[in-house]
């Protein structure tokens, strides 16, 4: 993808696949690789980050003999993720208006 990807855009993926359940770092990774060029060694600091900022809580699970860290969303998370979204469907319909000429249907 050719447009720009700020710290904003993947706090809202990242908290978009946590909400649908809890999961773990490389499972998440790899729905954010699904519409986004991004590497793990850029999303573990936004797991920490988020978690930092009380929007996501851990906890270990064994799998496989080994312990793995999942991530589920807290109340803050579920609060931050809605403005995301309220945020962005204000920005897309602005984007929409400028880039494709469409016209606001409220």
Not at 37 to 66: H, N
């Amino acid at each position: 993808m050719a447009f720009n990807t700020g710290a904003a855009l993947m706090d809202a993926l990242v908290l978009s696949i946590v909400a649908q359940e809890p999961t773990y770092g490389y499972k998440i990774t790899q729905e954010v690789r699904a519409v986004m060029v991004v590497s793990e060694s850029t999303l573990y600091p936004v797991l920490r980050r988020l978690q930092k900022d009380g929007c996501l809580d851990t906890y270990d699970q064994e799998f496989a003999g080994r312990n793995r860290r999942y991530y589920r969303l807290t109340e803050a998370g579920r609060q931050r993720l809605a403005d995301y979204r309220r945020e962005w469907r204000d920005y897309r319909r602005s984007i929409d208006r400028l880039l494709l000429g469409e016209e606001e249907n409220i």
